[in-house]
Nanobody
Framework: QVQLVESGGGLVQPGGSLRLSCTAS????????MGWYLQAPGKQRELVAQ???????NYADFVKGRFTISRDNAKNTVYLQMSSLKPEDTAVYYC????????WGQGTQVTVSA
């Protein structure tokens, strides 16, 4: 089963930017749609953005215009460029297929705070 490793999180001030990466243990070409998810404290995991094999992306309303998802199939990596970050974006961010098919990784913590 494919394993996913997320990285790139950290502490950032409101209005700042971060770029998250998700590297898979095997080729992503066979996975039609990849997604980034977040899980805020005490809440369920939810989809943030998704991208098809051909690069077509969709976003949750609360990140539209601020986040950009991309994928590099040659590097088995999916990215999430986050800008204009808000405190409410604070969460652990995960990647997986959409719908999810792999075991969840450890995620990467994003904290937006002054």
């Amino acid at each position: 089963q494919v394993q996913l490793v997320e990285s790139g999180g950290g502490l950032v001030q409101p209005g700042g930017s971060l770029r998250l990466s998700c590297t898979a243990s095997e080729s992503l070409v066979s996975i039609s749609t990849m997604g980034w998810y977040l899980q805020a404290p005490g809440k369920q995991r939810e989809l943030v953005a998704q991208i098809t094999r051909n690069g077509r992306a969709n976003y949750a309303d609360f990140v539209k215009g601020r986040f950009t998802i991309s994928r590099d199939n040659a590097k088995n990596t999916v990215y999430l460029q986050m800008s204009s970050l808000k405190p409410e974006d604070t969460a652990v961010y995960y990647c997986n297929a959409y719908p999810p098919i792999a075991s969840w990784g450890q995620g990467t913590q994003v904290t937006v705070s002054a």
